[in-house]
């Protein structure tokens, strides 16, 4: 963990030989009774010596072909940081409304 607090600028997710934005405005992801769960949007502001989760929005990913991998590049503090991850687990619908589900309590 950094002693400096670091701001996410843009989340951009490899799709084919493109890079594709995360979404500038909060999304509604889940709506129950009175409470909304929206998505997160840049700039994403990380606290010093912290850790912080954020629920991320891509649209427009026409031809998207999830693989083994999946390519994100990170612009933090004005520096760009690629990263290739494996894909673990996809959660299906239920669980993605389970899981927004905690962001309402």
Same mark, same amino acid.
């Given at each position: ?15 084919? @030989?493109?890079?594709?934005? =995360?979404?500038?405005?909060p999304? +509604?992801?889940?709506?129950?009774? #009175?409470k909304?769960?929206?998505? *997160?949007?840049t700039?994403? @502001?990380?606290?010093?010596? =912290?850790?912080?989760?954020?629920? +991320?929005?891509?649209?427009?990913? #026409?031809?998207?072909?999830?693989? *083994? ?10 520096r760009?940081?690629n ?23």
């Amino acid at each position: 963990m950094s002693s400096r607090p670091s701001t996410i600028t843009n989340i951009l997710l490899k799709n084919q @030989n493109e890079y594709v934005e =995360s979404t500038w405005c909060p999304v +509604i992801l889940l709506k129950s009774g #009175q409470k909304t769960c929206y998505s *997160d949007c840049t700039p994403l @502001n990380v606290p010093s010596r =912290s850790a912080k989760e954020f629920i +991320i929005v891509f649209q427009y990913l #026409q031809g998207f072909k999830l693989e *083994d991998t999946i390519t994100f590049s990170f612009i933090i503090d004005e520096r760009e940081i690629n990263k290739t991850l494996p894909v673990k687990l996809i959660l299906d619908g239920d669980q993605a409304a389970m899981a927004m589900n905690i962001r309402l309590t």
